[in-house]
């Protein structure tokens, strides 16, 4: 399990001793573990740590104030990935690299917490590593990372590559991604209190609020690869016409992709969809407990406050779900000028047909 404690830093030169204990430590592990050969020449050198820091390209998982690893991690063109045999790379776009990945002693999850990390700063990541280090192997297919072939160092010796690609791209929904949201939307209606339904709604009733909501407001959905990992919409505040400029938002994330940016990106381009229809306000009503339990959190609070929401109102036990009584609470954006006389809104369906809005966005 990965400690809410760890961060990761770039490494300086005071932590030189550290690092290079812990690649001492790692020779030995990977040696009593059927791997001499990968860094049994003393590699990596101190010379190459140094170098690695200057460049600021040495980075630290630091835990509780402790070096719990240390890798290299860069975006750049790497010389040793431009030729590959036996397979392909799976992309020829930009991309993260990772090397000399090392835990210390005594520690759990730090090679797992950072490669998780450099897939976030790049979403498009390469590693390699040797044919003996099984370990790493296992870890690398664990997480995602795809084999992709073979590579050889800039001395000849050969490595297997890996390759993990998990930039989000965002698109406009259609009714036919309905069955693939209810799996994303399911957990929350019967597992948590995010959301005050009881029951998961149909195919065909997901289906149709889609098509609702896509006449006035846009309804976004977030891929990695294939997979949906999350999506938000917007629908009317409140149906009179004073109310046109303003929205009420919902999001959701896939329940094991929290945390990874998709939420942030995701409110990013339905914020920016709402601009081009001329919306100003954007409410979002969030289920509040008097005290965090199994079923709820305030992180949803701590989200939007990130997202440069403000506290505009809270109802007391005004949700009933799981036997208990739940808050609800209302934060607010501003995400445009409030003038007057006040231009119209264009609906989102108006805009889609005037072909205004890119429907497909890689971030």
Same mark, same amino acid.
């Given at each position: ?149 073979? $590579? ?8 297997? @590559?890996?390759? /993990? +690609?998990?930039? =989000?791209?965002?698109?406009? &929904? ?87 940016? $998709? ?8 914020? @920016?969809?709402? /601009? +081009?229809?001329? =919306?100003?306000?954007?409410? &979002? ?79």
């Amino acid at each position: 399990m990965e400690s809410k404690d760890r961060k990761i830093r770039k490494a300086n030169m005071d932590d030189l001793q550290q690092i290079l204990d812990i690649y001492e430590y790692a020779r030995n592990f990977m040696a009593a573990h059927g791997n001499p050969e990968q860094w049994g020449d003393g590699y990596p050198q101190a010379e190459i740590v140094k170098d690695d820091i200057i460049q600021g390209k040495c980075h630290l998982c630091v835990e509780n104030e402790k070096i719990a690893g240390v890798f290299y991690f860069a975006q750049e063109d790497d010389p040793a990935y431009r030729i590959i045999e036996k397979g392909r790379w799976q992309n020829e776009d930009s991309y993260g690299v990772v090397h000399r990945i090392a835990s210390a002693r005594d520690t759990k999850g730090v090679a797992t917490f950072c490669l998780n990390w450099a897939v976030r700063q790049a979403g498009n990541v390469r590693i390699d590593t040797h044919d003996d280090n099984i370990p790493m192997q296992n870890l690398l297919k664990k997480l995602g990372f795809i084999y992709c072939g073979r $590579i050889y160092l800039q001395d000849g010796r050969p490595r297997i @590559a890996f390759q /993990k +690609d998990e930039r =989000i791209m965002i698109r406009t &929904a259609v009714p036919e991604d309905a069955v693939k949201l209810l799996e994303i939307y399911a957990p929350y209606v019967e597992k948590t209190a995010v959301s005050f339904e009881y029951s998961v709604p149909s195919e065909e009733e997901f289906r149709s609020r889609i098509c609702k909501t896509l006449e006035r407001y846009p309804w976004l959905v977030a891929f990695q690869g294939t997979e949906p990992a999350g999506y938000a919409y917007a629908g009317a505040f409140k149906g009179r016409e004073a109310y046109d400029w303003a929205v009420e938002s919902s999001i959701y994330v896939k329940m094991d992709k929290k945390r990874f940016g $998709i939420g942030r990106r995701l409110y990013g381009a339905l914020e @920016a969809a709402l /601009k +081009d229809q001329g =919306i100003l306000n954007v409410n &979002a009503c969030i289920a509040c407990p008097k005290e965090e339990d199994e079923y709820l959190t305030k992180d949803s609070i701590f989200f939007h406050e990130k997202q440069g929401y403000r506290m505009a109102g809270r109802f007391f036990e005004c949700g009933y779900k799981f036997d208990r009584w739940y808050d609800m609470v209302w934060m607010e954006k501003h995400i445009g000028d409030h003038k007057t006389p006040q231009p119209p809104v264009i609906w989102f369906s108006e805009l889609e047909k005037k072909g205004c809005r890119d429907k497909e966005d890689e971030i």
